[in-house]
C-alpha cells in the first residue's frame, strides 16, 4: 500500500498544486515510484488520457512532474463551470451531467465509491500518492460534505501540510485563522505549515514564524520563494492571464507579439504556454478593445460556451476589432471553441450550449452544429498545405488531442430555408468551397481525416496542444517573422515536453533548497 500525504491551503491559488507537482518531482528523483491525486477539481482546462478520457491539467502536470502516465484515476471528479451556478460534472472521465451547484452538492457523497476506487487503483501501483485538496479545508458551509479536503484526508488517513500565500498579505492570518476553524480531530491531522511565494529577507519573516509555530502547536516545515517557473495553469485564476512573471525578462519591443483573447470562460489555454519560451516572442492576453493593440496574430481559445463568449465579444467590440486587426494583415488563428466562432453560423438545436442559432465571425466557410455527445480522443498527423502567412506550416508534424461538443462542415450552398433568409446567411456571403488544415490519426480508433479549416490568413482546428511540438511552434514564428521581413534572430523553439521536464527539474531544485524534506519524509513515512 501507498504512504500518502495531501497538500491543502488557505485559499484557492496559494499554490497547492507547484506544492504537490514539485513534491512528486522530488519523490522521483529519490527513487520512488509517486502519483498525485485530487477527488474533486474544478477547472476548464482539461486533458484527454490515452484511453480517452477527460481529466484535470493540474493532474496531469503532477504525473508528468513524477513520470508517469496521466490516467483518470487521479482525478476521478471533473466540474467544468458553465455558468455562474452550475457545472457540466465529468466522473471517471466521462460526462455525467450538467448540474447548477445545488444539486451537486446534494448528490455529491453518492460519489465516494467512485473516489475510493479511484484511489485505490492507484495505491496497488505506487510508493507514494499525494494529494491535491481544493479551496480552503476551512470553508464552515461546506464542511459537512466535504470530499476533496479534510473528509478526503479522513477516507485514506492522510497526514496534512497546510499551504499559506504570502504574496496576497495575511499569510500568518491565514494559515492561524485556517487551523482555528477546523474541528480538533482535522487540526490534528495538519502536520505541517508552509509559506508559499516569498520575497525578500528571510531573516526579518523569522520572528512570525516562531510566533506562528507556537500559537497553532504546527511547526514550519518551509517557507519557499517565488519560483520563476513555468507551469501549467489550472484556471482561470493563472497569474499568466494577467501578464505576470514569465521566463523571459521584460522586452521593449517584441519581435513577434501574439494576442490571445482572454474570454469569460476560457479553457486551455495551456494551448499558447509553448510560445512563452521562445525569445523575441511576446504572448498578451486580452479582454478589451483597448488592450489589443496591433498583434501579429490574434489567437481565439477554447471556451466553456462558444455562443455566449461569441456574444461578449460581440457586444464589447473585440469582434470588430479582430475583423479590422484581420483587413489590416494580422492573422487569426482559432482552436476548439475559437475555430468554431470563426464559422458562418452555430447552431445549438439540443440546447447543449444556449439554443438555438446565431451568427459567426464570417471568417471561414464553415458551419458548426453542436451534439449533445462530446467527442474525446487523441490524434496525430501534420498539417497540409495552408497558404497565407502560415504556409511555412505545410507538412509540419503534429500531435494533441479533441475534446469538444460541436461539429463543424465546411458550407453548403443556401437553400429557399426561410430561417437562413432570417438570419442573415446568402450565397453571396458563403463560399461552398473549403480547405482542411490537418491531416490526422485518431489514436485510440485508428481513423484518419482531415480537419480544420484555412483561409485568407484565417486558421482554425479542434486539435489541442497543436503547437507543443518544437517543429509547430518554431514554424509559426518563422513564418510571422518572414511575413515582417525580420533580420534579427529569434529564439529557438524548444520541444514543448523537453522544456517542462526543465521546469519540473528547476521547481524540484527551488522546493528542495527551502522545504525541510526530512521533516516531510518524517511526516510522510
Known amino acids: 500500500m501507498a504512504k500518502a500525504i495531501m497538500i491543502q491551503g488557505t485559499m484557492s491559488n496559494v499554490g497547492k498544486s507547484v506544492i504537490a507537482a514539485g513534491l512528486c518531482r522530488i519523490f522521483r528523483q529519490d527513487g520512488y515510484r509517486v502519483a498525485p491525486f485530487k ?39 471533473l466540474l467544468k463551470p458553465t455558468n455562474d451556478i452550475g457545472s457540466q460534472v465529468i466522473v471517471n472521465g466521462e460526462v455525467l451531467g450538467t448540474m447548477n451547484a445545488r444539486d451537486y452538492f446534494k448528490m455529491k457523497k453518492n460519489l465516494v465509491p467512485d473516489i475510493m476506487k479511484a484511489y485505490e487503483t492507484l495505491d496497488q501501483e505506487y510508493d507514494i500518492i499525494v494529494i491535491e485538496g481544493a479551496g480552503s479545508p476551512a470553508e464552515i458551509n461546506l464542511k459537512q460534505d466535504d470530499i476533496v479536503n479534510m473528509g478526503m484526508a479522513k477516507l485514506v488517513d492522510a497526514p496534512v501540510l497546510l499551504v499559506g500565500d504570502i504574496d496576497r498579505g495575511g499569510v500568518f492570518a491565514q494559515l492561524y485563522g485556517t487551523t ?111 488592450e489589443l493593440g496591433t498583434p501579429d496574430l490574434i489567437f481565439l481559445p477554447g471556451t466553456k460556451n462558444t455562443m455566449r463568449d461569441l456574444l461578449w465579444m460581440r457586444q464589447n467590440g473585440l469582434e470588430a476589432a479582430i475583423l479590422k486587426s484581420h483587413q489590416a494583415g494580422a492573422v487569426i488563428f482559432g482552436i476548439c471553441g475559437g475555430y468554431q466562432m ?158 517542462k521536464e526543465t521546469q519540473y527539474d528547476l521547481l524540484a531544485e527551488g522546493l528542495r533548497a527551502n522545504l525541510d524534506m526530512e521533516a516531510i519524509y518524517r511526516i510522510l513515512l
Open 39 to 77: 477527488s474533486q477539481n474544478m477547472a476548464l482546462n482539461s486533458f484527454i488520457t490515452k484511453e480517452g478520457l477527460e481529466m484535470g491539467r493540474a493532474q496531469v502536470m503532477q504525473a508528468e512532474a513524477a513520470g508517469v502516465e496521466p490516467v483518470v484515476a487521479m482525478n476521478p471528479i
Open 180 to 290: 482555528e476553524l477546523l474541528e480538533k480531530e482535522e487540526k490534528e491531522r495538519i502536520k505541517g505549515l508552509i509559506i508559499n511565494k516569498f520575497r525578500g529577507d528571510k531573516s526579518i519573516l523569522d520572528p512570525g514564524v516562531e510566533m506562528l509555530e507556537n500559537l497553532t502547536g504546527i511547526p514550519v516545515v518551509g517557507v519557499t520563494p517565488y519560483l520563476h517557473v513555468s507551469l501549467e495553469d489550472e484556471d482561470s485564476l493563472s497569474e499568466r492571464l494577467d501578464g505576470a512573471d514569465t521566463m523571459k525578462a521584460p522586452e521593449k519591443v517584441p519581435l513577434i507579439d501574439l494576442a490571445v483573447i482572454r474570454l469569460p470562460r476560457i479553457s486551455n489555454f495551456t494551448d499558447f504556454n509553448v510560445f512563452e519560451s521562445i525569445e523575441g516572442v511576446s504572448v498578451r492576453y486580452v479582454s478589451s478593445v483597448r
Open 342 to 499: 470563426l464559422g458562418q453560423s452555430i447552431t445549438d438545436a439540443e440546447g447543449v450550449e444556449e439554443g438555438g442559432t446565431i451568427r459567426g465571425m464570417g471568417l471561414l466557410d464553415m458551419d458548426t452544429v453542436f451534439e449533445s455527445e462530446k467527442a474525446r480522443t487523441r490524434v496525430e498527423g501534420s498539417f497540409l498545405v495552408p497558404g497565407g502567412v502560415l504556409s511555412g506550416l505545410s507538412g509540419v508534424p503534429l500531435r494533441g488531442y479533441e475534446i469538444h461538443m460541436g461539429r463543424s462542415s465546411f458550407c453548403q450552398p443556401v437553400t429557399s430555408d426561410i430561417d437562413s433568409r432570417q438570419a442573415g446567411f446568402t450565397n453571396e456571403n458563403r463560399n461552398p468551397a473549403g480547405q482542411s488544415l490537418t491531416s490526422i490519426r485518431d489514436t485510440i480508433t485508428g481513423v484518419q481525416k482531415q480537419e480544420g479549416a484555412w483561409g485568407d490568413n484565417v486558421y482554425g482546428t479542434y486539435v489541442h496542444g497543436i503547437f507543443d511540438r518544437e517543429e509547430a511552434a518554431a514554424a509559426v514564428v518563422a513564418s510571422l517573422a518572414k511575413a515582417k521581413n525580420l533580420s534579427e534572430e529569434l529564439g529557438t523553439a524548444m520541444d514543448y515536453a523537453a522544456f
